[in-house]
Structures are given as C-alpha cells and as structure tokens.
C-alpha cells in the first residue's frame, strides 16, 4: 500500500505562485505519479506527470509553460510548483502514483485527499 498526503494549497492573488507537495508514505515502489485537479461542478483533469526517474514529464496544455512537476525520491515527495495563476485554476488537487504514464484518472491507483488551491481576482 502507498498512502498519499498532499499540502500547500491555499489562497492567492491571480498571477501569484504556490508549490504543492504530495508526500508518500508505505512500501516502496517505482511509481509515476500524477496531479490531477477537480473544480467545482466539473470532471477530473488531468494536470502533470512525472516518472520515478524524474527524466520523463507531461502538461496539460492549460498549465504547459506555468506549472513545474518535480520530485525528491530521498524524500519521498512530488512537487507540483504553480507560477501565474489564474482564476481558472481554482480547484482541489490530488495526486495519485501509478505505474504507467498516462494522463487519465483511471490508471492510477493511489490518491491523496486532495488540497484546495483558489485563485482570486
């Protein structure tokens, strides 16, 4: 089992910066792991993802150019850093580890709980 536990979410000013960080904890295991995002009234969607080795990343078109995934394997932990953030970006993150690099929810088999993360005018 792998247990995840996202933070750093929270309240910012449109344009302004955030770093999410999922922490795991449980067996080790060679995962990818992925931040997905769920606002309010809408689908899950896909975010970023990054592979075990961190030499393998992917945005979404939405975030591609603002958003940085990374990840410190010693510290068991992802980061997801959030540059010029908009409004639209307001949702709740999750990250979630899998094994395969893909970009839909389903092919993940662990999930956080989720860290809110609103944008303001």
């Known amino acids: 089992q792998v247990q995840l536990v996202e933070s750093g979410g929270g309240l910012v000013q449109a344009g302004g910066s955030l770093r999410l960080s999922c922490a795991a904890s449980?067996?080790?295991?060679?995962?990818?792991t992925g931040w997905f995002r769920q606002a309010p009234g809408k689908e899950r969607e896909f975010v970023a993802l990054?592979?075990?080795?961190?030499?393998?990343?992917r945005y979404s078109d939405s975030v591609k150019g603002r958003f940085t995934i990374s990840r410190d394997n010693a510290k068991k932990t992802v980061y997801l850093e959030q540059n010029s953030l908009k409004p639209e970006d307001t949702a709740v993150y999750y990250c979630?580890?899998?094994?395969?690099?893909?970009?839909?929810?389903?092919?993940?088999?662990?999930w956080g709980q989720g860290t809110q993360v609103t944008v303001s005018l």
């Open positions: 449980g067996r080790p295991l060679t995962y990818v």
């Open positions: 990054i592979s075990w080795s961190g030499e393998l990343t």
């Open positions: 979630a580890a899998g094994t395969r690099l893909a970009t839909t929810n389903t092919a993940y088999d662990y």
